[in-house]
């Protein structure tokens, strides 16, 4: 699933293209993918801009309307700039679900929306309903650059979730928003934490390390363009590069780069996580519930 910096790499990727940007049409292949339960039309709407929360991202027009996309698994939102209108369908195979015609300064292009495995959905929502939703993208924890995720804070929400292994708290998008599984696994190795330890008991030190580490690793993920191990792709077809430089994300049973222990698979809250067993031995672990 794309995480925070395969999603902020997208969102820059579409920003040239959509802000300022007339929809003129918006055509929905299979109907399970779009939720529009107040029938709104983004039909002649502006794109004013486009936001990131935490793994969503948001299309904001005029009149206070937003497109909300959460990719989940294997969704893209992709330019088409030399295409102009959309065909009554697409071939099976191409898995597009939903497609917009858009026109900018005297020039016609598509965005798709293709999605194998079609987890992935888009909401049109009002801003006013957006704002007072509870649950999904309405219920999400800071975002991990904000001045509020600190060491302090990650110590007081541990008291809520201390019966969880670490890995779990921090992949809970109610913490920190944006986390997924490659992101916390290298934040964790990075700061010498083992992701099966429980997270009460979390020292003000150990969540400093956290924070320092999660920004670092992030900015860097957003610089190399994200994580593409399969499907992942900006909004121009381009793969991010950051996998060159994962320390332990989808290297189990290899040597660690450290110390050259060979890196453990082992299974928290059903996620597959990767660690180092050497540079990671910090405390005791929490069983995995059978």
């Known amino acids: 699933m794309p995480e925070l910096p395969e999603v902020e790499n997208l969102r820059i990727s579409l920003l040239p293209a959509l802000v300022g940007a007339r929809l003129n049409r918006l055509v929905v292949y299979h109907p399970d993918v779009l939720i529009n339960p107040g029938k709104l039309d983004p039909a002649g709407h502006i794109c004013l801009g486009i936001q990131r929360r935490g793994k969503y991202l948001r299309l904001c027009f005029d009149s206070d309307l937003i497109m909300e996309v959460h990719l989940r698994m294997t969704g893209h939102l992709l330019l088409r700039p030399d295409e102009s209108v959309l065909p009554p369908a697409y071939p099976r195979s191409e898995h597009i679900h939903v497609g917009c015609e858009w026109e900018k300064d005297g020039s016609s292009f598509l965005l798709l929306y293709q999605d194998t495995r079609r987890f992935g959905r888009i909401e049109l929502i009002s801003r006013a309903d957006l704002d007072a939703r509870s649950t999904g993208s309405g219920n999400l924890g800071p975002e991990p650059f904000a001045d509020e995720c600190n060491a302090e804070y990650l110590c007081r929400r541990v008291a809520r979730h201390s019966r969880l292994p670490l890995k779990s708290f921090l992949l809970d998008q109610s913490v920190i928003a944006g986390l997924g599984n490659i ?15 429980p997270a009460a008991g979390l020292a003000p030190e150990e969540a400093e390390r956290i924070v320092s580490h999660m920004r670092r690793i992030l900015n860097a993920a957003i610089a190399a363009k994200g994580t593409t191990f399969r499907d992942y792709v900006d909004g121009h077809n381009r793969k ?9 994300y989808g290297r189990g049973s290899e040597p660690c780069h450290i110390c050259g222990t060979t890196l453990v698979n082992a299974r928290i809250g059903g996620r597959n996580t990767v660690y180092c067993p050497t ?6 672990t929490v069983p995995e519930p059978q």
């Open 279 to 284: 540079c990671q031995s910090d405390a005791e």
């Open 183 to 197: 992101y916390v696994d290298e934040i964790l190795f990075a700061a010498r934490l083992n992701p099966l330890r």
């Open 240 to 248: 991010g590069s950051f996998q060159e430089q994962l320390f332990v």
